[in-house]
Every structure is written in structure tokens, then in C-alpha cells.
């Protein structure tokens, strides 16, 4: 069966005061329609350029594809028009962001930000989209939606704008969702809630759901199937149970040991937390011929600093890009 | 996006002054406003003259009879003029934009540091004097109280620091909150020295910024006063020159023309180094 | 409700400050040096003591200062009274009825054009910054902002009245000319072009560059980019979801500068000889006739504060959180 979407050899290149840097160096990967991919990886790893890449969101003049294609139903969006892209955003693909306080336009009501785009895809009336707009505010399972429908964002909490978030996101029930920290900005409680959400509203319209994070917790409850984002390139990926048993990447490894609880259960003798040492390295470096992890990686050598590690296979379409995959 | 390099830390008063310096409008502006103020302290040495004097016949056109600017209605030298009002108008734009900056950053440091009762009576009185008509207000002080230069600079300052007030407030409010007030606060530091030696200097860049443009805005309101006549009888204005030659445009619209390009060459400069100090100050601008 | 009763408040306060206007103009007027009654007698060619005695008597001038204010907040509260002029022997509110429409028409079109004008190129230079429009915004920004105004009007007066005669010289409307309602009014608007461009100049440049700013800012904004990811037009995204957030900057700064036009206003009106409350405030105050200048100081502070009430109610339309701040 053909993937619904199938992303080869993709290369988005963004501008910067020092020269063209490569954000996204060389990343293929497939979504299934109905499946959960989850992006992994720390800030600044190309995770949330990826998003932008697909829905054709790239800041204006500052980042573009440069090469490779972003095939969806048989279609490349890569090359697709502007106006094509219109009709996909917010229809077949739509996305929510990091920060519901500031995501919503402020000064309309949430019924017209739902509506809206009603109007823009489905071809509804006003009446109908505003009608329509009041049973998703219910399904996102915020209380009073015939009222609510009527309040302005600042009127609502983080987690409730996230909530209409979502509802504008999967109005037009699209074939894919991209949230990219959904709920980073939010307390903890509300982030089980907005997963279970998510989940939930995902099964019912069958859409396919890539999940941005870097909470390690919320990949191994929410996704089938993982990729693991380092400076722009594909470090890992796999299904995620398989990764997290026996990730073959270092910084897989590094990310995982952050996570207690994906370790042991309460009643075992935990194993001491460890962080990955280091920080990401700028984006000056992105495009070199080399490991870009070798700098926080107590297995770097020589061969590593040298070349850009090719991926290696594994059980059950698990690759690895890295020259010590085989032993880690 | 990434992590930069980490560079040498600069002081922010030197990476200030490098912004300053690339901004080619700013040093310009800079540079034209430095010839302006020479022209007012030099020029009558340079070029000796008495600006009330008749020196020719009235209306001579620019470059005949070696008046460079040519003369005005009573056949003054119009280069003369224009020198000893250069004088007022920078005295009186530096004096007034003095006083607004004054009154504006005590009421404004007042109101914004206690909040409560203080800052709910200070901001009324800032509305109050923002709704009368500045203009027309002053004008009246003028004439009433007599038209001398410390009557006009007053009557400048005493309508125009609401702006200063206002911008001094907001920040005070802002940085008040921030982690190290809080801390000097719990150090046991006087109210006094957490306004004017904690929260003040780190709230100047934006007033700076208004400062200067209040000099531009202060030149631009004597010139005002003195074109509707307001100003001391005594002393050579550039608006005045423009308020008295205004009958006769027909005939010599020099008269009124050359002393409007200096008031404007005079107030572009200003403002072109009061953007360049906002865009050198303003650490959010900074970044793009 | 809750925005019926802030208006409300609104109109409360304003009344309060008006008054606050009153008290200090009608104290500054009286406590100035120099006796109004000498004025008031100059005015008529002078006279004696005796006759200075019933001019005091007349004026109510012999009675405490506090009465004397009293009584004139009560006329102006009570019975719309600001007192007679003694230069123009007519009642001040007379006089000011007279001039006031001038006044008006002056100002808010200059406002609503600068308004205007100013957000159409705003928004257009803000979406190319690096255009032709982007450098105009700049040029005005500058322009506007360094011209005397007094001196902007005079030049345009020697461009396009008297070196190329497409407009009138001076005044408010030429008394030749005969027809209806329709011709009048463009016999006014034929005047009116002048000044409005020459007062509106300034505050286009003031908002032209502020909406330049905040367009830009709020195009760069994540509800913007949520736009977009809805799908949304180009025009969608731009008139609709950020124009609306951009426009508040600009509503705020132009409810501010009400003064500032006003001022602005007496002196265009003094370049082209408009029939307004500048010229009369300039005539009434070389001739210190006090009631007439302190009913000018009431009328204008009036002008000033309904114009920010104006501001404030559109500025509620526009942004949903000015009001529930309040």
C-alpha cells in the first residue's frame, strides 16, 4: 500500500548571517494513513522545520526546500503552487503549534477562528460553520460550548486554547495532524489531557498524526513509530517500543536515560539519572562531512569526525545512523 | 534556532556606540546637526554682522550685493539672521527638552515606583495636561506672562513632558517586577536609591531616545510661537523671520523659504540621531 | 452592559476634567500680571478712575477671586455661559459657534485622512519592505516630521496657489460663488484641500511609520502563522487577521496626538486665513481678551477630550481586550 506520505532525501536550507545552512540535511521517512510518528529531539534540531517544510509554512525568503520531495497522495508538495498548498493547509494537513497563548488571533472570537476555515474548505454558510463550530468545541471537550463559542481567547486558559487549537485543526478532519509541542507551554496535568485528546479525536477521524516533542514520556504513550532528529539530520528510527528497549544510537540512548520511568517500574532500583552532556552545535556546523554528535559522544573517533555516518539497517525497519550501531 | 558562539562580552554602552556608528543616516545626521551648533557658536565671529541691522535695500534677492542669503523686508541680512537664530533655537530646544525630561521622568519614576493612590493622581494630572491643546496653551503663557526666552522654554516644558512621563512610568512598572529590584529591595536599599540608582539607569534608553526627539519637537514648538509673533521682540528667530517675511511671499518667498530649510535641516537631524539611538538602544531590534 | 457603563465612567471623567480645565485657565487668566480691567477699558479707548470702577463693578472683577471662579463654572455648567467678549462685544459662545464648524471640518478630516492614507501605506510598505512605497513611508516619516508646519503650509500656498493657481489662496469659501447645497460644498472642499494636506501631513507621517511597524510585527506573529496554516488567501491573512491586530498601535497614537492636531490647526489656520478658532485665539489673545481666550481653552479641550472618547470607543470595536481590562 502506498504511504500517505513519503518524504525522500529532503533538504530545507535556511539563510543566515553567516551563509546558507542546511536545517534539514537528507531525511526520508513514511506516514501510514492513521499512524502516530513522533519527531524526537532536542531544541534546534530541524523538528519544527520539518512541519514547516510539509505545509509550505517556511519563513518567507529565509528558508525553502532545496531539494528532495514531500509526496502526499501521489502528490509532491515540494513543488506544488501556492495556491494548491492553500487548499491543503488547513484541510488535508493541518498543524498546532507550541503556544496556544499566543496562537489564536486575539481579537476575533474563537467561533469565527473555527468557522472560518469551515468556510474557507468545506464550503459551508456562516450559519452552518458557526453551528458546526459549536459541536467541535464540544467534541474537544470544552464545557458550555454554546457559550464559549462566543468568547475571545483571552477569556480562555492555556489549556482550553489548546483545546480550540485542535479544534480548528481537525474541523475539516484531515488526512494529516503535525503538532509540534502541544503541550510544552502547559502544566502537567493538562498535558495528559491534551494527549488523551489527541488520541482520542485522532481514532475517530482516522487521521494520521505526527507528534513534535521532546518529552520522551509522551512518544512512548502516544506513537507507533519514532524518529530521532539530531542537527538536522536523522539519528534513529524505528518502532518505538523496539528504540526504547534497545535504542542504536547514542543520543537515542542519551535521550532515553533522561526519562526515568521508561526505564523501571517505581518498585525497582533505579538507575541514576544521566544527561546529555553538551549542547547542539550551531548551525554553521550543519552541513559538514561528519558525525554532528561526535562532540557528546563517548564513543567519537577519528572515523567519526570525519565522515558523515551512513544508516544502518536493523530488525524491523530500525536504522541507525551511526558508525557504532552494531555495539551500542 | 542554534547556539552562537560564544563572543568576548562587550559592554552594552560599546556595542551601542558600533551599532550607532554603522548607521550611516544617524552619523550623518549626527554630523549635520555638529555643523548646525558650530554655525550658531562660531558664525558670528566668522561672519561678523548685525542681524538687526538695515544693511541693504529690503528684498535683495540671495547672492546679490554679496549678501549670500540676500535681505529681508527691512533689508536685514538674512545670514545673520539665520546665525543668531540658530542660538535661540538650539538654547531653547536643549533648555525645554531639558525641563520635559525633567518633570516627565520624576512623575513618571513617582507613579510608576509606589503605584497605588501616588500613581493614580500622577497619571490624572499627566491626562489632564495631555488634553489641553499644547499650542494654544502655551501661547497664552506667552502672552500673558511676557514673551522672554525663559518664559517660552517654560511654556514648552510645562505642555510637553506627558510623553516623557508616560514612557518613564511603563518602564519603571516593567522593571520594577524584575528579579534584581526584588533583590536589592531584600538587600534593605532605600526607595530612593531603587528609583534613581537601581531601576532609572536601566529604564534610560527609551527616554534617551524621547529626549532627543523632545529637542527636535521643542524647536519645532519656539518656531511655532515665534511665526505667530509670541517671542521676544528682542531676539532673532527662525520662525519669527518666517511669521514677519510671510506677507511678502509673492515677492521674496526666500524670506520664508531659507529659514523653514533650517528649521527643518536643524529638526531632520535631530530626529535622524534619535532613530539611530533607538535602533542602537533597542536590544529587540538589535537582534534582527 | 459592562461596556455601557465604562462609557459611562468614560463620560464622568471627562466631565471632570473639564471642569479641571476650567479651574486652571480661568486661575492662570486672572492671576497673570496686568489688570483686566485696564485691558477691558483700552479696548473701549480708555477712561477714568470712575469709569474703571463700573468696568470692575460690571465684570464682577471687585468681587474674591473664589467667587468670581465659582461663578464662572457655574454659567459655563449650569447655562452653557463663557461669558462676554469685550473686544468683539458679543457673547464668547456666539463668537465660538461661529468658528467652531471651521475648526472642526479641519481637524477630524486631517485625522480620518492621515488615518487613512497612513494604514493604507503602513500595511503596503510593511509586506514589501524593501520597496519603493517602504522608502516613501520612510521619506514622510522624516519629512513630516522635521517640516515646520507653518512652513509646509506656505509652500504649498507658493506651489499650488500662487506659482501653479489650482486652489484658493485664502479662506474657507469664495462668497461669489451661487449655487445648492452640492456646489457649496465644493466650494468649501475646494478650499479645504490645502490645509487638510498641510495639517494632515505631520500625523500621516506619525502613523504611516508606526503601522509600517506593528504590521510587520504582527506579521511575524504565531496567530498570523496559524492563519496560514488554516489555508487561509494572502488577503485573508493580511486585511483580515493581521489588520485588525496592527490597527490598535495606530488607534491609540492617533487618539493622543488630538492636542497635537489642534495645535497644529491654529497655525494651518493662520497660513490660509481659516475662519477658525485658531485665528480667533490668536487675535483674542494679542488683544488679551480673557473670556473669549478661556472659552477657545474650554472649546479646544473639548475637542480633544471627545475626540479620545471617540478613540477609545473604536479602540473597544478593534481590540476585545481594551475592554475587559477596564
Redesign the interface.
Known amino acids: 500500500m502506498m504511504p500517505l506520505l513519503k518524504i525522500d532525501n529532503l533538504r530545507i536550507e535556511l539563510t543566515t548571517r553567516d551563509g546558507i545552512a542546511p536545517v534539514i540535511d537528507d531525511l526520508s521517512l513514511e506516514l501510514g494513513a492513521g499512524e502516530t510518528l513522533s519527531f524526537v529531539g532536542e531544541s534546534g534540531c530541524g523538528k519544527s522545520m520539518t512541519a514547516l517544510g510539509i505545509m509550505g509554512l517556511l519563513p518567507e525568503k529565509v528558508g525553502r526546500i532545496a531539494s528532495g520531495t514531500v509526496m502526499f497522495n501521489g502528490e509532491d508538495l515540494a513543488q506544488a503552487s501556492d495556491a494548491r498548498l492553500r487548499e491543503i493547509r488547513g484541510n488535508d494537513i493541518s498543524m498546532i503549534f507550541q503556544e496556544p497563548m499566543t496562537s489564536l488571533n486575539p481579537v476575533f472570537t474563537i467561533g469565527e477562528q473555527i468557522a472560518e476555515v469551515l468556510r474557507r474548505h468545506q464550503n459551508l454558510s456562516n450559519r452552518a460553520a458557526w453551528s458546526k463550530a459549536t459541536e467541535l468545541l464540544d467534541a474537544v471537550r470544552i464545557p458550555n460550548p454554546k457559550a464559549r463559542v462566543n468568547d475571545y481567547p483571552h477569556q480562555m486558559s492555556g489549556g482550553q486554547r489548546q483545546r480550540v487549537m485542535i479544534a480548528i485543526a481537525l474541523a475539516c478532519e484531515p488526512k494529516i495532524l503535525i503538532a509540534d509541542e502541544p503541550t510544552t507551554a502547559l502544566d502537567v496535568t493538562v498535558q495528559a489531557q491534551i494527549f488523551d485528546l489527541l488520541r482520542d479525536l485522532g481514532k475517530q477521524t482516522g487521521t494520521a498524526t505526527i507528534l513534535i516533542t521532546h518529552d520522551m514520556g509522551a512518544v512512548a504513550e502516544m506513537a507507533e513509530r519514532m524518529i530521532v532528529m539530531y542537527a538536522g539530520r536523522k539519528a534513529e528510527d524505528g518502532p518505538v517500543e523496539q528504540i526504547i528497549d534497545h535504542p542504536r544510537h547514542p543520543y537515542t540512548k542519551g535521550l532515553i536515560s533522561c526519562v526515568p520511568h521508561l526505564m523501571a517500574s517505581l518498585s525497582d532500583d533505579r538507575p541514576e539519572l544521566v544527561e546529555v552532556s553538551g549542547i547542539v552545535p550551531s548551525l554553521k556546523s550543519f552541513g559538514r562531512d561528519e558525525c554532528l554528535f561526535a562532540s557528546r559522544c563517548d564513543r567519537a573517533d577519528d572515523k567519526c569526525r570525519s565522515q558523515r555516518p551512513p544508516e544502518m539497517g536493523f530488525a524491523n525497519n530500525q536504522n541507525s545512523a551511526c558508525w557504532h550501531a552494531g555495539d551500542v | 534556532?542554534?547556539?552562537?558562539?560564544i563572543e568576548t562580552a562587550r559592554s552594552p554602552f560599546a556595542e551601542a556606540f558600533e551599532m550607532f556608528r554603522k548607521n550611516h543616516a544617524a552619523v550623518a545626521g549626527l554630523v549635520l546637526l555638529f555643523l548646525i551648533v558650530l554655525g550658531g557658536l562660531l558664525g558670528p565671529g566668522i561672519y561678523p554682522g548685525d542681524p538687526f541691522e538695515m544693511v541693504w535695500a529690503p528684498f535683495t534677492p540671495p547672492g546679490e550685493e554679496g549678501y549670500l542669503l540676500g535681505t529681508d523686508y527691512l533689508g536685514r541680512d538674512l545670514l545673520s539672521m539665520l546665525i543668531y537664530g540658530a542660538r535661540v533655537s538650539i538654547a531653547i530646544g536643549l533648555a525645554a527638552a531639558f525641563l520635559t525630561v525633567f518633570i516627565g521622568i520624576t512623575v513618571g519614576a513617582l507613579a510608576g515606583f509606589y503605584g497605588g493612590l501616588i500613581e493614580e493622581i500622577l497619571m490624572r494630572i499627566t491626562?489632564?495636561f495631555?488634553?489641553?491643546?499644547?499650542?494654544?496653551?502655551s501661547?497664552?503663557?506667552v502672552?500673558?506672562?511676557?514673551a522672554s526666552l525663559p518664559m517660552i522654554t517654560l511654556a514648552i516644558g510645562l505642555v510637553s513632558w506627558p510623553a516623557v512621563a508616560r514612557i518613564t512610568r511603563s518602564e519603571f512598572l516593567r522593571i520594577r517586577e524584575l528579579e534584581y529590584v526584588t533583590a536589592a529591595r531584600a538587600c534593605g536599599v532605600s526607595n530612593w536609591k531603587l528609583m534613581f540608582k537601581v531601576i532609572l539607569p536601566n529604564a534610560l534608553p527609551p527616554i534617551i531616545v524621547q529626549a532627543a526627539l523632545m529637542v527636535?519637537s521643542a524647536i519645532?514648538f519656539e518656531?511655532?510661537l515665534s511665526?505667530?509673533?509670541?517671542t521676544d521682540p528682542n531676539i532673532v528667530s527662525w520662525?519669527q523671520i518666517?511669521?514677519s517675511n510671510?506677507p511678502y511671499?509673492?515677492d521674496a518667498?526666500y524670506t520664508?523659504?531659507i529659514p523653514?530649510v533650517a528649521?527643518?535641516?536643524t529638526?531632520?537631524a535631530i530626529?535622524?540621531v534619535g532613530d539611530g539611538l533607538n535602533d542602537a538602544l533597542n536590544p529587540k531590534l538589535r537582534q534582527r | 452592559m459592562t461596556i455601557f457603563l465604562a462609557i459611562l465612567q468614560r463620560f464622568f471623567y471627562a466631565g471632570v476634567l473639564l471642569v479641571a480645565v476650567l479651574v486652571l485657565n480661568f486661575s492662570m487668566l486672572h492671576l497673570a500680571p496686568g489688570d483686566i480691567a485696564d485691558t477691558i477699558a483700552q479696548a473701549s479707548g480708555g477712561a477714568d478712575a470712575d469709569v474703571m470702577e463700573q468696568i470692575r463693578k460690571d465684570y464682577g472683577l471687585d468681587q474674591p477671586f473664589l467667587v468670581q471662579l465659582g461663578k464662572y463654572i457655574g454659567g459655563v455648567l449650569f447655562s452653557f455661559d463663557l461669558g462676554y467678549s469685550f473686544f468683539y462685544n458679543q457673547p464668547v459662545t456666539t463668537l465660538i459657534f461661529e468658528k467652531l464648524p471651521a475648526t472642526l471640518l479641519l481637524v477630524f478630516t486631517a485625522q480620518i485622512l492621515a488615518l487613512v492614507v497612513g494604514v493604507l501605506l503602513g500595511v503596503y510598505s510593511a509586506r514589501n519592505p524593501k520597496g519603493i512605497v517602504s522608502y516613501l513611508v520612510t521619506f514622510i516619516a522624516l519629512f513630516g516630521y522635521a517640516a515646520p508646519v507653518f512652513w509646509t503650509g506656505i509652500l504649498l500656498l507658493i506651489a499650488f496657489s500662487l506659482k501653479i493657481p489650482l486652489f484658493p489662496v485664502a479662506g474657507m469659501y469664495d462668497v461669489t460663488v451661487e449655487g445648492g447645497f452640492f456646489v457649496q460644498v465644493l466650494n468649501v472642499g475646494r478650499h479645504l484641500i490645502l490645509p487638510v494636506l498641510t495639517l494632515a501631513s505631520i500625523f500621516l507621517a506619525l502613523y504611516s511609520r508606526l503601522c509600517r511597524a506593528s504590521m510587520m510585527e504582527v506579521l511575524g506573529s504565531d496567530y498570523v502563522r496559524t492563519a496560514k496554516a488554516k489555508g487561509l488567501s494572502e488577503r485573508e491573512v493580511v486585511l483580515k487577521h493581521a489588520l485588525k491586530n496592527s490597527m490598535s498601535p495606530v488607534v491609540t497614537l492617533a487618539g493622543l496626538q488630538f492636542s497635537a492636531v489642534v495645535s497644529g490647526a491654529v497655525l494651518v489656520e493662520t497660513v490660509y486665513s481659516w475662519p477658525g478658532l485658531g485665528t480667533l485665539a490668536l487675535q483674542s489673545i494679542i488683544a488679551r481678551d480673557t473670556p473669549t481666550i478661556l472659552g477657545i481653552l474650554f472649546f479646544s479641550a473639548l475637542v480633544v477630550i471627545v475626540g479620545n472618547l471617540l478613540t477609545d470607543i473604536v479602540l473597544r470595536m478593534i481590540d476585545p481586550r481594551v475592554a475587559s481590562k477596564a
Open positions: 534556532m542554534s547556539i552562537e558562539p491626562e489632564f495631555q488634553v489641553l491643546p499644547t499650542l494654544l496653551f501661547m497664552v503663557i502672552a500673558l506672562f511676557g527636535g519645532l518656531a511655532g511665526f505667530l509673533g509670541l520662525g518666517i511669521g510671510r511671499i509673492l518667498s520664508v523659504t523653514g528649521i527643518f535641516l529638526v531632520l530626529s535622524l
